[in-house]
């Protein structure tokens, strides 16, 4: 079983792998939308 702070990661990297073909999804769903602006996760972002 996972413990701890490993598991935690694994979760938080699950669900950020997961969103991207969501979003990926919406701008291919909203390509003709006049004004949408397309939306990505931005992974070398250091804050």
Not at 2 to 27: E, I, M
């Amino acid at each position: 079983m996972l413990t701890g702070g490993f598991s935690d990661n694994l979760k938080q990297y699950t669900n950020v792998v997961g969103l991207r073909p969501k979003l990926v999804a919406s701008n291919i769903a909203n390509a003709d939308t006049p004004s949408y602006k397309t939306q990505d996760l931005d992974f070398d972002r250091n804050d």
